[in-house]
């Protein structure tokens, strides 16, 4: 059984960097698999932000809105995921999701918060 939890997410202020770290605490995940975040903005829907697959040096693919400020990564265990984020914007501000695709079945973290404001 595989649980996701999520950590790193505070409130900054625009222009600053947090970093988010995933880890699956329950269990190993083997084989191929993609990790990666989604955000959730108060009143909008949950959206990609940025995913990783287990293959090689892993693909990688970011959200338009993103690129060039977070950049994601993940442990060599494989089990873990990160998730730095600099020049951090208000519109950044929401519910960050770990997650995990593996055999077809998605698992999700519990979410943790980060709010841009000044």
């Known amino acids: 059984q595989v649980q996701l939890v999520e950590s790193g997410g505070g409130l900054v202020q625009p222009g600053g960097s947090l970093r988010l770290s995933c880890a699956a605490s329950?269990?190993?995940?083997?084989?191929?698999?993609?990790m990666g975040w989604y955000r959730q903005a108060p009143g909008q829907q949950r959206e990609l932000v940025a995913t990783?697959?287990?293959?090689?040096?892993?693909?990688?693919n970011y959200a338009d809105n993103v690129k060039g400020r977070f950049t994601i990564s993940r442990g060599n265990a494989k089990n873990t995921v990160y998730l730095q984020m600099n020049s951090l914007k208000p519109e950044d501000t929401a519910v960050y999701y770990c997650?995990?695709?593996?055999?077809?079945?998605?698992?999700w973290g519990q979410g943790t918060q980060v709010t841009v404001s000044s």
């Open positions: 990783i697959t287990s293959l090689g040096i892993g693909n990688i």
């Open positions: 329950r269990g190993i995940i083997f084989g191929i698999n993609t």
């Open positions: 997650n995990l695709f593996q055999r077809g079945v998605p698992y």
